[in-house]
């Protein structure tokens, strides 16, 4: 697996939101592109944070007006990232390290360009290797 790189696996063109979009907003967007995160942006388009579905059970448990909550009140700021060319071997050793599922693609500039999730990491192993028990 050290010949496969991020670049592969991510899933491109990742969807984004701005610090001041309503997690409602967030949470229809994700509902219809059947995905569990987005990224959270800036006007230039640089990575601010990440919101995900974990982050909506601290939404859904506070019972504020979800309506009316900008992401920025959720989104995770203390983001990992990774680059196109990272191992996948690498990078799924530092998503079990960090406990999480979702590691956004960046470029030199820290625009998104993708983003890498344990589901394409399982995919791909998968694909790659029989299942268990055979």
């Keep these: 697996m050290d010949d496969v790189f991020v ?9 984004t939101v701005s610090p001041d979009t309503l997690v ?20 230039d388009d640089s990575l601010e944070g990440i919101l995900t579905t974990t982050d909506f059970v601290k939404i859904v448990a506070e019972r504020k007006p979800k309506d009316q909550t900008p992401v920025s009140e959720y989104m995770s700021t203390d983001v990992l990232t990774t680059d196109a060319q990272e191992p996948i071997e690498q990078v799924a050793d530092r998503l079990i390290e960090a406990g999480i599922h979702h590691l956004p693609v960046v470029g030199d500039d820290g625009v998104p360009m993708g983003i890498i999730t344990t589901t394409d990491l399982a995919a791909y192993v998968s694909s790659v290797r029989n299942p268990s028990p055979a």
């Design 7 to 15: 670049a592969q696996l991510m899933t491109s063109d990742p969807k």
């Design 24 to 43: 409602e907003d967030a949470a229809n967007m994700m509902l219809e592109a059947g995905i569990g995160s987005v990224l959270v942006v800036d006007d």
